[in-house]
């Protein structure tokens, strides 16, 4: 699968504690479009996630789609937990309207609500329905291939 180029997001979600909420965010490169109608989405994380067992108690989640110029940021969300609460700190995020989940400036965003979840090997499938979604200026893509983040020209797709 190295040589299977995959866009790059940051997918967030939050856990209501006593002494108030607490975000995570984790970068993901399994974000896929599921249907039209109603609109879906998907992502794959691994079982036994902490980010997971927050997503489905919280049963909502975003996803921020990254750009050329969030590659710091990608590879900060892709390590553990704590080093991402120390990033997420830092970071310009705010609540979604729809769903209170983190939103990021980014290329584009979705707000979704969970539809459904399956164990598929060792990672849980989440679909999530969509409930708000935006998009910021355009800029070249971030994408993973290799085992390395790289940007994508809007003029090299078409």
Same mark, same amino acid.
């Given at each position: ?48 996630? /902490? ?74 499938? /989440?679909?999530?329905?969509? /409930? ?27």
């Amino acid at each position: 699968m190295r040589n299977f180029a995959t866009g790059v997001c940051v997918a967030t979600t939050f856990s209501d504690e006593t002494d108030g909420r607490r975000h995570d965010a984790v970068t993901v490169n399994s974000l896929t479009s599921a249907s039209l109608d109603p609109p879906l989405v998907s992502l794959y994380l691994r079982i036994g996630s /902490v980010f997971l067992a927050d997503l489905l108690a919280a049963k909502k989640w975003a996803v921020s789609i990254l750009d050329h110029r969030d590659k710091e940021v990608a590879g900060l969300l892709a390590k553990d937990r704590q080093t991402r609460a120390g990033t997420l700190a830092a970071l310009a995020a705010s609540p979604g309207r729809a769903t209170g989940a983190l939103v990021f400036d980014a290329a584009s965003w979705i707000e979704c609500e969970l539809w459904d979840s399956f164990d598929v090997g060792d990672h849980t499938l /989440v679909v999530g329905r969509v /409930v708000a979604m935006g998009e910021g200026p355009r800029a070249p893509a971030l994408v993973f291939l290799h085992g390395r983040f790289h940007a994508i020209s809007p003029s090299i797709a078409g």
